[in-house]
């Protein structure tokens, strides 16, 4: 593992096109989590000029909220494209160098091919899962008058719901840039899928005229999005007795993870069938 | 002899196309064995074949005497079709890579950038090389780590003549080192020039194999005329290395099996037999001619 490791992380280190997507995505992540609060606020203060009793401001930055909040904001389907695009960039990248082809010439075994990239998925979205945990822990820090324990350790399920969702995604993009295995054309149809299809079948397929029964929630993406599928909104909950979310549960990965795997599976046959 | 390489009765259909059949290939340690044929002959199917890229749809081959593996890969140094790196990485980095792979460490690298002569640019990118210098880089990556066989799809293409001179004084050293080499090429020549033995491929089917000697030795033609043809068609037949003639034309044509004949010894053997030529003209055929005569006779 750490061989395959070693191997990728030279693939990428001077790769400019990898930091440079790397870098815009914290762009996005940061601007995302931080605009958070500014934009729901926004919204309080526009329904607050029609009701009678102003709504009070929210503060979704205190613990344990802002474990959910961040990794809701974090993951939003126009921030989650980001590493998905750069997953599909390194792996189309390969076929058109046709560096498998020498990589596999030289002695790698197209096993191991295949489990270099899903390594270093894996450290991607463990790294991202840190960076995600220190962020959220500063923000809640700051935010958070006072502090107890299980205050700060709760919904801290939501750290193994982002670490899921980045990573299931990041393997959807690994199956789209393995099949397809042109980059133009990988990363086209992988967003033409996430932000145009599957939001339309989601509405077709939620339609009570369409089915009886609501499926939508068997789209494979929008599995994804619902490890994490809503922010702690304190205000609902104060003002109306709703929750949305309290917890990553094991259910809610349970379906993206069997797509992950039925796509792994999938490409591993597919490679080793065809030619290179 | 221990045998590196033994493909037995492999064959490759792309659709309609049948671009391996049912060809059997043995090649032993130390040899320099070319796979000599045109373009679209099966050369690189067959190479790819043998290095997993590419599945049979028929039969099977051994390295090393051994099931194949991407073990048996690290022990076999390869450049096949286009030199393939990773354009943003400099020659240092993407060897680096070669060397994780199999395992070596990367000592090697210098030396091999040396051979090649590319250790002055080991600083630039890949993507800002000529393709010669790709091609060279691509060599220093099959000759990494000293491997026990080198597999060379058409090394000297795109190079210049010097460069091609250069490639080829480095096949030989690494040859003489006791290396098997595989070298596929459409280049008569440099399979005459460089390989021991060779496997000569039309359509995907091969047509011989043998020792180069022996396959592509070149026999000369001669155009013999003389007053008394019948004393001459006599005495040229008995002439030592003798092979055919063609007598349809007032001229003779006369083909010898050996090399060694030359215009002097024919004119004086004749003479001695008393025979006075009026025409006499050496008809030396290109190495092309050869090769396309050899494809023809066996289609």
């Not at chain 1, 401001?57 to 909220?65: E, K």
């Not at chain 1, 939620?206 to 994490?228: C, E, G, H, Q, W």
Request: hydrophobic content about 45%; aromatic content about 10%.
């Amino acid at each position: 593992m750490i061989k395959l490791l070693k191997i990728e992380f030279k693939k990428i280190r001077s790769y400019k096109t990898f930091w440079i997507l790397t870098g815009i995505y914290f762009v996005f992540l940061a601007l995302g989590i931080l605009m958070a609060e500014f934009i729901i606020n926004n919204m309080v203060d526009n329904m607050n000029k029609h009701l009678p009793i102003p709504l009070p401001h929210v503060n979704i930055f205190f613990f344990p909220d802002v474990w959910q909040n961040i990794a809701f904001f974090a993951t939003i389907r126009y921030v989650l494209i980001f590493p998905a695009i750069i997953i599909i960039i390194l792996i189309t990248n390969e076929f058109s160098f046709k560096t498998i082809r020498q990589n596999v010439v030289n002695g790698l075994s197209k096993t191991d091919f295949l489990l270099s990239k899903l390594y270093l998925i894996v450290l991607i979205s463990v790294v991202l899962t840190l960076f995600m945990s220190i962020g959220a822990l500063i923000i809640g820090l700051s935010h958070t008058d006072a502090i107890t324990l299980p205050l700060l350790f709760d919904k801290t399920s939501f750290i193994i719901g982002f670490f899921i969702t980045i990573l299931t995604l990041q393997i959807y993009a690994f199956f789209f840039g393995f099949m397809l295995r042109n980059t133009g054309l990988a990363i086209a149809l992988f967003t033409l899928y996430a932000l145009i299809v599957e939001p339309i079948l989601y509405y077709f397929l939620k339609s009570p005229v369409v089915f009886k029964n609501d499926i939508s929630t068997y789209l494979p993406l929008n599995a994804v999005l619902r490890v994490t599928e809503y922010p702690a909104i304190p205000v609902l909950k104060k003002l109306m007795g709703l929750t949305l979310q309290e917890d990553v549960t094991l259910g809610g990965c349970l379906l993206p993870v069997v797509y992950a795997s039925l796509m792994v599976i999938i490409v591993i046959l597919t490679l080793k069938k065809k030619d290179l | 002899m221990e045998t590196v390489l033994s493909i037995q009765k492999i064959s490759k259909q792309y659709g309609k196309i049948q671009a391996v059949k049912e060809l059997s290939i043995e090649v032993a340690k130390g040899q320099i064995f070319g796979i000599l044929g045109p373009n679209g002959s099966g050369k690189t199917t067959t190479l790819s074949i043998i290095l997993d890229l590419i599945r049979a749809n028929k039969g099977r081959y051994r390295w090393f005497g051994e099931e194949p593996s991407s073990e048996s890969r690290k022990r076999i140094g390869s450049v096949i079709e286009n030199p393939n790196f990773f354009p943003y990485l400099n020659p240092v980095e993407n060897l680096k890579i070669v060397a994780d792979i199999k395992d070596l460490d990367y000592g090697d690298i210098d030396r091999v950038l040396h051979l090649t002569g590319l250790y002055e640019r080991r600083k630039s990118k890949f993507k800002t090389f000529s393709f010669g210098m790709k091609q060279r880089l691509a060599i220093a990556s099959a000759m990494l780590g000293n491997p026990e066989v080198l597999i060379l799809d058409e090394p000297t293409n795109g190079l210049d003549p010097q460069g091609i001179a250069h490639i080829r004084n480095l096949i030989l050293l690494v040859a003489s080192q006791g290396t098997t080499i595989i070298l596929a090429s459409h280049l008569l020549d440099e399979v005459q020039k460089i390989c021991s033995h060779v496997a000569v491929l039309n359509k995907g089917v091969k047509l011989f194999d043998g020792k180069v000697s022996e396959v592509l030795a070149i026999s000369d033609s001669f155009e013999l005329g003389a007053d008394n043809r019948e004393a001459l068609i006599q005495a040229i037949s008995n002439y030592p290395g003798f092979k055919s003639l063609d007598s349809s034309k007032e001229i003779l044509q006369v083909l010898f099996k050996e090399d060694v004949v030359n215009p002097g010894k024919i004119n004086s053997y004749l003479f001695s037999h008393g025979i006075t030529l009026y025409h006499l003209s050496e008809r030396k055929r290109s190495l092309e001619q050869h090769f396309l005569e050899l494809l023809q006779n066996n289609q």
